[in-house]
């Protein structure tokens, strides 16, 4: 089975701090995605790339940045965090091959900005 | 644009009733569906999929039947337990679509069961 690993369950950092959110996928995936999700709100996709050195902004890129340089990594950025970035952080990564192929999750980050 | 409706929740049953919650979708091709299940704390989970009309997917109790005449996916369980509750998701991936890397997921549904 594919794993998809965060490196972080639970985080709190401080606002304005630069934050990392690390993102690890064990099999071949093209797409990794980074979503937030709050209650009322569902998913949110903020950015999503389909190979190395590419991104794409998803709905919410704004406060975000990311990076992949290497194919099984994919980072989330928080250039100077804030409260309003206090949220659950979901990565995910899939195939391109066919449109039998969903995602798979990491467990989450929980981050807490104070 | 893909679009993907979900039954409002929250949902409430009591152990070993019966199970709906409803899912209808808007694509523009023909889309794979998919059902996706969130414990507490936990990320998403795959919980069944099915990729062309008229397919069943099934797992741990769950079904869901890809209806392209009424547009659905509807997720039911026989007999509900505790442990399934959960923020259950109904999903599509539409390669014909310009977004076809992504999945379009609808707003969740919580599940809570009660003993």
């Known amino acids: 089975d594919v794993k998809v690993t965060q490196s972080s369950r639970y985080l709190v950092k401080r606002t304005g701090e630069k934050v990392f959110l690390e993102c690890v996928q064990d099999?071949?995936?093209?797409?990794m995605f980074w979503y937030r999700q709050d209650p009322g709100l569902g998913l949110r996709l903020i950015y999503f790339?389909?190979?190395?050195?590419?991104?794409e902004k998803g709905d919410i890129p704004e406060g975000y940045s990311v990076s992949r340089e290497k194919k099984e990594r994919f980072s989330l950025i928080l250039e100077s965090a804030s409260t309003n970035q206090t949220s659950m952080y979901l990565c995910?990564?899939?195939?391109?091959?066919?449109?039998?192929?969903?995602?798979?999750f990491g467990s989450g980050t929980r981050l807490t900005v104070v | 644009g893909d679009s993907v409706t979900q039954m409002e929740g929250p949902v409430t049953l009591s152990e070993e009733a019966f199970l709906t919650i409803n899912c209808t979708y808007t694509?523009?091709?023909?889309?794979?569906l998919f059902w996706y299940v969130q414990y507490p704390g936990e990320g998403l989970q795959l919980l069944l999929k099915?990729?062309?009309?008229?397919d069943k997917g099934s797992n741990k109790g769950f079904e869901a039947t890809y209806r392209k005449e009424t547009t659905s996916f509807h997720l039911e369980k026989g007999s509900v337990q505790v442990s399934d509750s959960a923020v259950y998701f109904c999903?599509?991936?539409?390669?014909?679509?310009?977004?076809?890397?992504?999945?379009?997921f609808g707003s969740g549904t919580q599940l809570t069961v009660l003993p």
């Open positions: 099999m071949d995936h093209e797409n």
């Open positions: 694509a523009t091709g023909y889309p794979s």
């Open positions: 790339s389909y190979d190395v050195k590419m991104k």
């Open positions: 099915a990729t062309k009309a008229d």
């Open positions: 999903a599509l991936r539409d390669l014909s679509s310009g977004s076809a890397r992504q999945l379009t």
């Open positions: 995910a990564s899939s195939l391109w091959t066919g449109g039998a192929y969903g995602y798979t």
